[in-house]
Nanobody, 122 residues
């Protein structure tokens, strides 16, 4: 069974950093684009970042460009999100996601993780 499991969330002060990890299992996710969405309190889920299947090619929401970096290690079936210069508005549940396409198409992902909470205190 396909599974995406996030880790690395927590509480951090504004200006701090966190690194999220997403471990994939049950399928050859190394062939798929993977990435992150988030859902702030009281708001809809939104796109954060995605990375192509081979790690060459990344996509970011304007709100996180220059602060967040997505990467992947296909040998470990893991995708990462390095978050720097965190702001209070980055507070959200962060979800790992995967699509069966090799790149980000803008459509809804095919697989989702359960989410990990990130809270940034100001």
């Amino acid at each position: 069974q396909e599974q995406l499991v996030e880790s690395g969330g927590g509480l951090v002060q504004a200006g701090g950093s966190l690194r999220l990890s997403c471990a994939a299992s049950g399928r050859t996710f190394s062939n798929y684009a993977m990435g992150w969405f988030r859902q702030p309190p009281g708001k809809e889920r939104e796109f954060v970042a995605f990375i192509r299947w081979n790690g060459i090619g990344t996509y970011y929401a304007d709100s996180v460009k220059g602060r967040f970096t997505i990467s992947r290690d296909n040998a470990k079936n893991t995708v990462y999100l390095q978050m720097n210069s965190l702001k209070a508005e980055d507070t959200a549940v962060y979800y790992c996601a995967a699509t069966t396409s090799r790149g980000w198409t803008g459509g809804p992902p095919d697989y989702w993780g359960q989410g990990t909470q990130v809270t940034v205190s100001s």
